[in-house]
């Protein structure tokens, strides 16, 4: 078996390589193909590198996806520069570095909201956007009244957040009674949002 076969069967033993080195040796008693012979035991530090070659193969196919990379993720983001949306700036764990790495590896933005609820699926995150349409003459009775350019708002409904409220002597004029950190999310769809939109957040649970 091969090391490139290794990515798809899975990285073999040191003694499997020995074994499959001895497989292949020439004919003749110079050459015994027991794994108990000097000649084995010349072939031992072979099988031990080409084990280990495999081994990290299989670990390397990991980073070829900026979503599961660790070891080449800031190679990644050093490519992709700063995000336009300044989603970096913010303190990330992991998982969120990697998933935002990834969207902006892969991710091709259109301009319909269908397209703005798949980005945010790229970060597990589930939306919804409402859009409006202007009422007309003959609508039926029970339709919310919709004038211009109402039309062109997106309510964007996001799923809960940690909420954090203020207390009690802690808390100073001007602070919020309650605040929900931003999501990775509403930063690029402010910024790519086609222009005559102007989106709304709402966090509920």
């Not at 590198?49 to 190679?75: G, H, K, Q, W």
């Not at 700036?89 to 397209?115: I, K, M, N």
């Not at 007309?136 to 996001?158: E, S």
């Amino acid at each position: 078996m091969s090391a490139l076969n290794a990515l798809t069967i899975g990285a073999r033993s040191e003694r499997q390589v020995l074994d499959d080195l001895l497989a292949i040796a020439p004919p003749g008693d110079a050459m015994p193909t027991t794994p108990d012979t000097v000649f084995a035991q010349m072939l031992m530090p072979w099988a031990n590198e080409l084990s280990l070659v495999e081994t990290l193969m299989l670990a390397f196919r990991a980073e070829i996806n900026p979503l599961t990379a660790v070891n080449l993720l800031p190679d990644y983001e050093r490519v992709l520069g700063p995000d336009p949306y300044g989603r970096d700036q913010q303190p990330l764990t992991q998982a969120e570095q990697q998933a935002l790495t990834y969207s902006r590896w892969v991710t091709r933005f259109g301009v319909r909201a269908a397209d703005f609820v798949a980005f945010a699926a790229t970060f597990g995150v589930v939306i919804s956007i409402q859009q409006y349409r202007v009422t007309t003459a003959g609508a039926f009775a029970g339709v919310d009244l919709v004038n211009a350019p109402t039309q062109f708002d997106w309510l964007v409904t996001l799923p809960s957040a940690v909420e954090t409220l203020a207390e009690a002597s802690a808390a100073q004029a001007g602070n919020l009674v309650s605040s929900f950190p931003p999501s990775l999310v509403v930063p690029a769809i402010l910024g790519r949002a086609p222009a005559q939109t102007t989106p709304y957040f709402s966090y509920v649970g």
